[in-house]
């Protein structure tokens, strides 16, 4: 929590360090923190009149609501602007004014959320359940410090810079990498484990729903402390110089850690700037360095989402270390014997060091002795078990969608009718209106105006004049996939590359903005290892743990997913599955296995649940078992080395190449 209060005064003192991300645990008070940040801000100067919040010092010359020559001075405090997970598009970046527009017969335009949160904060609780396309509105503002705004026959423009907070809990799922670059700062909070911290927590929210205005009285002194400490430091940082020593500093950290572009220089350096003013010096120090780098370099070393955020700390201190300020020497030096040279007493001559890693007897020869045989283990029940094996590395897959035109939430795997995208037609409202479509609503208007006595230019407008729009764009689906862990399956190599598939498959849903689950079977029965979730994170972490061996037990995980399934339905009608079967078709259990199975998979296919079988049969003997499975879900299979793109791409140039040749024959 320390580090949390740090990262937000830091922001009050230095908007430009760019903001903060908030991860932790529900229940830790994140969203507590980040509001009563608001209280503490210093108020800002504007424009008297100015929807826009423009500074009288430099007014914006593309105010909408410009020119300001000689406009009046104001001054307000700067605003936290909430935006909702469920916003609509409209209210995010602002519209056509329709009373004015269908009233008065003039465009008008109505300012957004980022209007309003310009110069001061825009706090997104739950920011990882944010959908696709107000992540790109915000993407392109945070970038230009400017909202453009063409919809409707409006088109506007004006300035949008604010300090970025949200709030997250990792097991909901990941941020998109764009975005999370964005944010300068990022925090990872969990609640104290400290009987008598907990116990003041506890006393002081007791306290506060007892009397809230008393409680605000106790501590409003200290607040205003801090508010004032806040102003001091803001009027301190011009004043604070970044040595080249320090800027050395800070770009050898990020070199060291191999991040992605220079956006991470800049922001440390603006932290640590910020550290300085915060502390009352004119000079950052090699401490605001190490500070910087531990609050603006962890998310950004991620290479892909099962990367888990966090910094080395030793490198970082070795780092640091080597690009100190050389000490000058205060003698010659002594190269005499007992300074770990080469006749002194080191390691390599007698010296009590540890011992050399090829002694037999040495721990690391224990541990560096052939690792790589996965010994079997006696299982509860019975029979052998394989300890869990590493998956290969994750790789770029095929694209596999759901059939049909869905209406679940906005994506990037399916075909769907959605609150972004492209307008493909006009339709009488079902239901709340929610998306006006203009034109059709005054085509549809137009021919009765007549008729209805229209006197001015205000349009007579009745409710069945109303139409909406239908936009077509991708949803996001839910991936069930269930995996064999059987005995069949167990074969090192062999379960290496089927996790690696999986894996990739994972990361897949990931950057579709699915929902995926997990069922695995073997023995004598299915579990469901992982319930639907947003967090392909914890999806790894259980594919990773997953251990094979036993029986195959098919139809005990086809009739999970579909309990799963029907669950999930209940809960969400509207978001469509898509089943992953990763499995080699084999079926044990008694001489009716495989038809009982199959008939387990026709009672899926029933349902019209769309499903893939992964294929992972191999060897020179091969009895199609899997495609057979595919038949009867009445879906598609798919081999290991057919699921990678690169392959499907190739064996269409392929199949173009003969294409081409036959008919130039």
Same mark, same amino acid.
């Given at each position: ?12 003192? @230095? ?37 826009? $919040? ?100 409006? @088109? ?76 001091a430091a803001r009027e301190l940082l011009p004043d604070v110089e970044l040595s080249d020593l320090a800027l050395r500093q800070i770009t050898a950290v ?107 007897? @040495?721990?690391?020869?224990? !541990?560096? @002795? ?49 609150d972004a995208g492209h307008t493909i037609r006009a339709r009488r409202p079902q239901g709340r209106l929610s998306r006006l479509h203009l034109s059709a ?159 387990? !998979?026709?009672?899926? !296919?029933?349902?019209?649940?769309? $499903? ?13 078992l899997a495609r057979e499975l595919a038949a009867h879900l009445n879906g598609d299979a798919v081999s290991l080395d057919e699921l990678r793109a690169e ?19």
């Amino acid at each position: 929590m320390d580090d949390l209060r740090l990262g937000l005064l830091l922001n009050a003192v @230095s908007p430009a360090v760019g903001g903060v991300l908030v991860r932790g645990e529900k229940g830790t008070a994140k969203s507590t923190m980040v509001r009563a940040l608001a209280g503490l801000l210093p108020s800002i100067g504007v424009v008297a009149g100015c929807r826009f $919040a423009c500074d009288p010092a430099a007014v914006d010359p593309q105010c909408p609501d410009g020119p300001h020559r000689g406009a009046d001075r104001g001054e307000r405090p700067a605003f936290l602007v909430e935006l909702p997970v469920g916003v609509s598009e409209d209210r995010v970046v602002g519209s056509l004014d329709l009373e004015r527009a269908l009233a008065e017969g003039v465009k008008a335009y109505e300012p957004g959320l980022l209007a309003k949160a310009h110069r001061g904060v825009l706090y997104i609780d739950e920011v990882n359940l944010l959908q696709d396309h107000l992540v790109d509105l915000l993407l392109d503002a945070a970038a230009m410090g400017r909202s453009y705004v063409e919809r409707e026959g409006v @088109s506007v423009r004006h300035a949008a810079r604010f300090l970025l907070v949200g709030t997250m809990n990792p097991e909901e799922g990941e941020l998109r990498p764009q975005l999370l670059d964005r944010f300068g700062l990022t925090v990872e909070i969990a609640a104290t484990r400290d009987a008598d911290e907990r116990a003041e927590v506890v006393r002081r929210r007791l306290a506060y729903d007892a009397d809230p205005a008393a409680f605000a009285a106790r501590w409003d002194g200290p607040e205003r402390e801090l508010a004032e400490r806040i102003t001091a430091a803001r009027e301190l940082l011009p004043d604070v110089e970044l040595s080249d020593l320090a800027l050395r500093q800070i770009t050898a950290v990020c070199a060291a850690f191999e991040v992605d572009g220079l956006r991470a220089d800049i922001v440390m350096a603006r932290t640590a700037v910020a550290l300085a003013a915060w502390a009352g010096r004119t000079e950052v120090l090699e401490e605001d360095v190490r500070t910087a780098a531990r609050l603006a370099l962890p998310h950004r070393r991620r290479r892909n989402p099962f990367d888990a955020p966090g910094l080395d700390e030793e490198q970082l201190d070795r780092t640091l270390a080597e690009h100190q300020q050389p000490e000058e020497p205060d003698g010659p030096e002594d190269d005499g014997p007992g300074d770990g040279g080469p006749d002194g007493g080191g390691p390599d001559n007698g010296g009590g060091g540890a011992p050399e890693p090829d002694e037999p007897n @040495s721990p690391s020869a224990e !541990a560096s @002795s052939d690792d790589s045989t996965v010994l079997p283990q006696q299982r509860p029940g019975g029979g052998r078990e394989s300890a869990p094996v590493a998956a290969d590395q994750p790789y770029r897959t095929r694209l596999f969608k759901v059939d049909g035109t869905g209406r679940g939430a906005q994506g990037r795997r399916s075909p769907a009718e959605t609150d972004a995208g492209h307008t493909i037609r006009a339709r009488r409202p079902q239901g709340r209106l929610s998306r006006l479509h203009l034109s059709a609503t005054l085509r549809a208007a137009a021919p009765h105006q007549a008729a209805r006595g229209r006197a001015g230019r205000a349009l007579v407008l009745r409710r069945d004049d109303l139409r909406e729009q239908v936009r077509r764009g991708r949803e996001s689906n839910l991936v069930l996939f269930v995996v064999d862990a059987s005995g069949s399956m167990a074969a090192r190599q062999r379960m290496t590359a089927v996790k690696g598939a999986v894996l990739s498959l994972l990361m897949d849903a990931y950057q579709r903005r699915d929902k995926i689950g997990l069922v695995t079977f073997r023995g004598t029965g299915a579990e469901l290892a992982l319930p639907p979730t947003s967090s392909v994170e914890v999806g790894a972490a259980r594919l990773e743990q997953l251990p094979t061996g036993g029986r195959t037990p098919l139809e005990a995980g086809l009739l999970r997913a579909h309990e799963v399934l029907r669950v999930e339905r209940l809960r969400d009608p509207d978001r469509r599955p898509l089943l992953v079967v990763v499995t080699d078709g084999r079926a044990t259990g008694g001489k009716d296995a495989l038809p009982r199975a199959r008939r387990a !998979a026709g009672l899926l !296919a029933a349902q019209g649940v769309a $499903a893939v079988v992964l294929d992972c049969e191999s060897g020179p003997v091969r009895l199609g078992l899997a495609r057979e499975l595919a038949a009867h879900l009445n879906g598609d299979a798919v081999s290991l080395d057919e699921l990678r793109a690169e392959g499907v791409a190739s064996l269409v140039r392929e199949a173009r190449t003969t294409t081409m040749t036959r008919k130039a024959a």
